[in-house]
């Protein structure tokens, strides 16, 4: 009799806690801190510890708490539950330029050119050519902390050992360079498909396309615009790269620059962390290259892509001022902006990295840094759209895979490419 | 008396312990499915009230393109799955029935797929298929070819097919020797006497009275195919050119990647539909009543 009430009042107990799980919506919003969500990585939690220490310890605003964006899979899909069970924060980082464009549309992130003390702040951190990337119709849903512009790592013993002195910057000198060291359907002169994901195009077609048309859009509205002479330069090399058998289809079996499957390959600054902890030797070996083009940007560095990430500010706060305060006193102080490099090793959103004597001790002592840190200011975003995935998808479908295959003459797929996408858009907006 | 007292006590306690199930259901299965059937009719994008659009959804899923190619692909991986899986199944089933000792630990080996990580699976099968992988490698030592397993349509649902076979195969076989099991060896012996040849008694014997357990097989392989989402995901991403997409993947994009919940709502209610309709048609064409006379 005892254990059959006990096990009612466990499943009673249980039903109880089941239902308490169910928070109700849109909580009740802290007014007396601010809360913070971060990229779930030691080397940014670590940055954020030692910030938040000491804002708190300054007393200049409210107290600011912030935990890792509590996420199994993706921060997307974190911050969506979040904002639909509204337990989201004040501030979240780690938001890519498509998805602040996205939770604009919805209505739930704030204008941030429009807080006070935007403009100080851009100056301050030298962000005037970085923010027109981030700004849509003169609002900016994110503000980038930290611009990682894609760049070609090269084995700079191979690319000596085939009498290459220096790594390739334009097309021809990658066609050079494969001739001698490609080998049939065994050995690579580069990697150029960086996957199947429609994330991958940022790091291929995208990037090539920048640094061919000196950063120029690929989106404008609802009109994609890479059917245009750049856009054939960067989709013919890629077609002739893939007709030559000077790349594989995929190089998913293994890093292929470790053992030199493949001499270069499309690399950004997360990869040296990764490559410092799993393949130090190879990374002594690395010299970091430009994007390259038809022809070498000159003088200075030439345009390529920024997987950059920002941070939004959600319109549910009800601290969205005092959580600017704490932004621009992040992003604005130099001693900090040292720290996020040191911890992370990325570039923080800034265009003046090797110019400004704070940064000259880090970029003195790590070549691979000074490389990316030059290529800051003239690294772009992806196009602001609610519609990326699909964008992309379509380049990933209809260009990028009958390049791949030889299924399409480059004109043909950039055709059939951009016209899906422009009919994609209008179906949409 | 003292008996109606003890009956209405068990009752309590029986509707005590099935309430919780009920309230576990009531919260996960109905609510969530009551939601999923205001959404597909609504217009809804996660954060403002929904506002009703009658058949829009209904409309716009069925003229989406990629959507029906997803089904198609479902359809397209079956054709490839359920042979390999059938085939590899019955060797199973027969190889266990030939295994002296040790057979429960033969049988918990084949289960060890089964239980295996999808993503850990995944990983290791995209290494394995890579065009520059140690399978291509192999065959370019031996025959001088790469083989595009994840870049070609068609290879690339051989190769997911493969995948998800190797995973469910062991968990066909005990279904199938569980159902061998039950066959009476007099009947062999009977048709042995009559000169009948091993396959006359596969095709006459053992497979019609493994009927029950074949469609139980075949209904699994057809719920595995509407539920694909790990394999493709990871090994292929939907690719190439969509040829991989499963409708699981579809429907998520479109809630969690294009915030259209809505939309989605609506595919899943057509891929449920879809997915009973043909179970149905399965079971109408292939399910035989089998009674041992």
Redesign the interface.
Same mark, same amino acid.
């Given at each position: 009799m005892i254990a *059959?009430r006990a096990?009612?009042r466990l $499943? @009673?107990a $249980? &039903?109880a806690a089941?239902?308490a799980g169910?928070s109700p919506k849109n909580a009740e919003k802290r007014t007396d801190r601010i809360r913070l969500w971060v990229a779930p990585n030691e080397a940014e939690e670590g940055f954020w510890k030692i910030a938040v220490a000491r804002w708190n310890a300054l007393g200049r605003g409210l107290p600011v708490s912030f935990t890792t964006i509590p996420t199994a899979g993706s921060s997307? #899909?974190t911050v @969506?539950s979040a904002?639909?069970s509204g337990n989201e924060p004040d501030l979240c980082t780690n938001v890519f330029s498509g998805f602040a464009v +996205?939770l604009a549309a919805? $209505? +739930?992130v704030e204008n941030l050119a429009a807080m006070p003390g935007y403009g100080a702040l851009i100056a301050r951190r030298h962000m005037a050519e970085i923010t027109p990337g981030w700004t849509q119709d003169g609002k900016v849903s994110a503000l980038p902390i930290y611009s990682s512009p894609t760049l070609i790592w090269w084995r700079a013993d191979l690319l000596e050992a085939h009498g290459f002195t220096a790594p390739p910057r334009t097309y021809e000198d990658v066609y050079a360079f494969c001739e001698r060291y490609g080998r049939a *359907? &065994?050995r690579y002169g580069m990697q150029v498909a960086a996957? *199947?994901?429609?994330a991958d195009r940022w790091f291929d077609f995208i990037s090539f396309y920048y640094a061919a048309s000196g950063g120029q859009p690929y989106l404008e509205g609802a009109r994609a615009l890479y059917d245009n002479a750049a856009g054939r330069q960067a989709a013919g090399f890629m077609n002739h790269m893939f007709r030559k058998g000077w790349t594989?289809? #995929?190089? #998913?079996?293994?890093e292929?620059l470790v053992s030199g499957?493949a001499a270069g390959g499309v690399r950004g600054p997360w990869d040296v962390e990764r490559f410092a902890r799993i393949y130090p030797e190879t990374l002594a070996r690395i010299e970091v290259g430009p994007m390259i083009a038809r022809t070498a940007a000159s003088p200075g560095p030439g345009a390529t892509f920024s997987d950059s990430k920002g941070v939004v500010i959600f319109k549910s706060s009800k601290v969205g001022r005092q959580a600017f305060d704490f932004l621009a006193w992040v992003l604005g102080e130099e001693d900090l902006n040292l720290l996020w490099l040191q911890r992370t090793g990325l570039s923080p959103a800034r265009g003046d990295l090797l110019d400004n004597p704070h940064f000259a001790g880090y970029y003195r002592t790590s070549p691979i840094g000074r490389a990316y840190a030059a290529h800051v200011s003239n690294a772009r975003p992806p196009a602001l759209s609610?519609?990326t995935? #699909?964008i992309q998808?379509i380049m990933? $479908? *209809?260009l990028v895979?009958p390049l791949?295959?030889g299924q399409k003459s480059p004109e043909e797929a950039l055709a059939q490419a951009v016209a899906q996408t422009d009919q994609m858009l209008k179906v949409q907006m | 008396m003292n008996r109606r007292r003890r009956l209405s006590r068990e009752s309590w %306690?029986g509707l005590?312990?099935a309430?919780?199930y009920m309230?576990?259901t009531a %919260?996960f299965w109905v609510y969530p499915f009551f939601w999923l059937a205001r959404l597909s009719v609504t217009q809804w /994008?996660?954060?403002d009230e929904p506002i009703f659009t009658g058949t829009r959804n209904l409309v716009m899923t069925l003229q989406d393109p990629q959507f029906l190619q997803s089904l198609l692909n479902v359809l397209r991986f079956l054709v490839m799955y359920v042979p390999i899986a059938f085939g590899g199944a019955l060797v199973v089933a027969f190889g266990l029935q030939h295994v002296g000792r040790g057979k429960a630990f033969v049988a918990l080996c084949f289960l060890l797929s089964n239980v295996s990580s999808g993503v850990a699976l995944s990983l290791v099968f995209?290494?394995?298929?890579?065009?520059?992988?140690?399978l291509n490698a192999l065959l370019?030592d031996w025959l001088g070819i /790469?083989i595009?397993w994840?870049?070609?349509p068609t290879l690339a649902m051989l190769a997911i097919a493969l995948v998800v076979a190797w995973k469910f195969v062991g968990y066909y076989g005990l279904i199938l020797y569980s159902g061998l099991l039950t066959i009476p060896k007099d009947i062999y012996d009977a048709a042995r006497l009559d000169h009948a040849s091993p396959l006359t008694r596969l095709a006459r014997i053992t497979l019609p009275l493994l009927n029950a357990q074949l469609m139980m097989v075949l209904v699994f392989a057809i719920l595995v195919s509407f539920g694909l989402f790990t394999e493709p995901f990871l090994i292929?991403?939907g690719?190439?050119?969509?040829s991989t997409m499963p409708p699981q993947m579809m429907i998520y994009?479109t809630a969690? /990647? /294009?915030?259209q919940p809505s939309h989605a709502a609506m595919m899943s209610i057509l891929v449920s539909v879809a997915s009973y309709a043909l179970i149905v048609i399965a079971r109408r064409l292939f399910e035989r009543k089998v009674t041992l006379a």
């Open positions: *059959r096990m009612l $499943g @009673l $249980g &039903s089941l239902l169910c997307e #899909d @969506l904002l639909v +996205q919805l $209505g +739930q *359907r &065994s996957g *199947r994901s429609w594989a289809l #995929d190089f #998913d079996a293994e292929p499957l609610e519609y995935i #699909d998808k990933t $479908g *209809r895979e791949m295959t | %306690i005590s312990l309430l919780s309230v576990f %919260i /994008r996660f954060f995209t290494k394995i298929f890579s065009s520059t992988g140690p370019f /790469r595009p994840t870049t070609h292929t991403g690719g190439p050119g969509d994009e969690f /990647r /294009r915030l």
